[in-house]
């Protein structure tokens, strides 16, 4: 019953490497979604999908990039990263009949 | 545009007590909110919802929330807190179908006091 699962769950990163966050979802969903959450703030939204092979932007995408080669699978890039993007990141996809979240246990990203 | 303020970013209850975690917000059309907990190092999990349905909404754990449309205001409460609901609350309002498109509240961190 493994529902949303995301890797890492930590890492640390230099400023200018790169990396790549793996979420994955067993539920045949649709919609999946990349947020970051930060200390005293709700998540802001980065990117998502509405289904296979297609992105969007949310609120905050600068020095994001998104691909959803398959349905099940939804990975959020850092091709440079920075200090600001020190956060913990959250993937979620929806259920389209109840539009419930149901959100993987978060991938904590420190960037030196 | 959407928008949610949740008043008061910590609150402290005494087991047993009410609990009362306030959120406010702002829409340009009928809103459909949300209620989210999240313990320590974990996910965001669903509490309830609210769908243009009943204004008087019942989730899970014994939490329930009250739209209320002449205060823009959705708060939630539970009558009787317990050791277990220590956690961070988040409101959420959405002004589609699309949850993930939801904006989120700062959240509240909901201590309980033996």
């Known amino acids: 019953n493994a529902g949303v699962t995301q890797t890492p769950k930590f890492r640390v990163l230099k400023t200018g490497q790169s990396m790549t966050l793996l979420c994955a979802q067993d539920?045949?969903?649709?919609?999946m979604y990349w947020y970051r959450q930060d200390p005293g703030m709700g998540l802001r939204l980065i990117h998502y999908?509405?289904?296979?092979?297609?992105?969007a932007k949310g609120e905050v995408p600068d020095g994001y990039n998104v691909s959803r080669l398959k349905k099940q699978n939804f990975l959020l890039g850092l091709e440079s990263a920075a200090p600001s993007q020190t956060s913990v990141y959250f993937c979620?996809?929806?259920?389209?009949?109840?539009?419930?979240?149901?959100f993987g246990e978060g991938s904590r990203l420190t960037v030196l | 545009a959407q928008s949610v303020t949740q008043l008061g970013s910590h609150v402290s209850v005494s087991e047993g007590a009410l609990v009362l975690l306030r959120c406010n917000y702002s829409?340009?059309?009928?809103?459909?909110l949300f209620w989210y907990v999240q313990y320590p190092n974990q996910g965001l999990q669903l509490l309830l919802k609210?769908?243009?349905?009943?204004?008087l909404v019942k989730g899970i754990n014994g939490f329930e929330a009250e739209f209320k449309k002449s205060e823009t205001s959705f708060h939630l409460t539970k009558p009787s807190a317990h050791m277990s609901d220590a956690a961070e609350y988040f409101c959420?309002?959405?002004?589609?179908?699309?949850?993930?498109?939801?904006?989120f509240g700062d959240g509240t961190t909901l201590t309980v006091k033996p």
């Open positions: 999908s509405v289904g296979e092979g297609t992105t």
């Open positions: 539920m045949n969903h649709e919609y």
């Open positions: 979620a996809s929806e259920d389209p009949n109840t539009g419930e979240l149901f």
């Open positions: 609210y769908t243009s349905a009943a204004t």
């Open positions: 829409s340009s059309v009928p809103p459909y």
């Open positions: 959420a309002v959405s002004e589609n179908t699309n949850a993930g498109k939801s904006t």
